[in-house]
């Protein structure tokens, strides 16, 4: 499944691109007045193909979850159990994610890929319900092993991470979600995300290590020095992202990976979140580096390695507001900011059919 949604993944359609820049040009605005509304339209078309896009609609949120063997180190002062008590929070429909996609009119699915511990309450269902939360049971291994000791996960473990992500995608898109939000539960897991920033992005452990929920300095830099263990233990080679996926990722960051990956295969948009998503984002474009057209950077997340991340991916984040919570609701956030790029494309005047004098 891999390999084949891989090599499903083509580059943006040239002639659509042109064709949206050329409407972009006859709208009834002044060129360039809508910003970087105007290159994201561009790109939304290019991806489908046509002129003007298909409306971003209905949005379908994925949160993965999992627990990391390296929160062993001390990375963080949450314990373990708060990964499953927040997925039985998301299908209750408490956290802050449910009250955004309430907003936002998004679909809720919680795919449990690698939680340590029992979800509280739970039941599983398929996924793509749009009356609430739903869980989907996927949990390829109990939390990963600690990456400073060995490989967080084995090549096959990585593999069904990832290919759990593809199968997501693509039955939330045949259940008609028109953009796939990313989103992610899983205690310690910024500390995977930032050694994947350094193993991608080729940048300093510090530099791609932020506070995550908000750790005190002797926690930072511990953390910081776990990143670095962890990169001088695997040497990860970037050439090889399920490698890099299995030593130092995690299972929600492999099956965000593939994610991304299927909806760029389907031609789908795909609104990123913050570090966990932009993390697992490098790995995708390992994989094809076509991908990035499918990708949407929702925001400038206040961990440090997702500015790097998206800085190696070449997106510019849609809004920035210094959030740090996860879970898809800086995604959920912007998701209007996508919607009216497209949109201005299906019901803006032109100079000609509106009667408006042109420069």
Known sequence: MLESTVAAIRPLDEAAMAAARELQGRLTKPAGSLGALEPLSVRLAGLAGACPPPLPEPAAVAIFAGDHGVHAQGVTPWPQEVTAQMIANFLAGGAVVNAFARQAGASVTVVDVGVATPI????????????????????????????????????????????????????????????????????????????????????????????????????????????????????????????????????????????????????????LDGVIAVSAALAAAAFAPDAVGAMVAGHRSAEPGATAALRHLGLEPLIDLGLRLGEGTGALLALPVVTGAVRVLHEVATFDSAGVAEK
């Not at 992610?184 to 050694?195: E, F, K, L, Q, V």
């Not at 233990?233 to 492999?254: F, I, K, M, N, W």
Request: charged share 20%; proline share 7%; hydrophobic share 45%.
């Open 120 to 271: 509280p309450g739970a039941g599983a269902e398929g996924p793509g319900d749009p009356t609430g939360p739903r869980l989907v049971a996927a949990n390829v291994r109990p939390g990963t092993r600690d990456m400073t000791v060995t490989a967080a996960m084995t090549r096959d473990e990585a593999r069904v991470a990832v290919e759990t992500g593809i199968r997501v995608a693509g039955e939330l898109i045949d259940a008609g979600a028109g953009i796939l939000l990313t989103g992610d539960m899983g205690i310690g897991n910024t500390t995977p995300s930032a050694t994947l920033v350094a193993a991608f992005g080729g940048v300093d452990a510090e530099a791609a290590t932020g506070r995550g929920t908000g750790v005190d300095d002797e926690t930072y830099a511990r953390k910081v020095a776990v990143v670095r263990a962890a990169l001088a233990r695997h040497e990860p080679d970037p050439a090889d992202p399920l490698g890099v996926l299995a030593t130092v990722g995690g299972l929600e960051h492999a099956a965000l990976t593939g994610l991304i990956l299927g909806a760029a295969a389907r031609r789908v948009p795909v609104l």
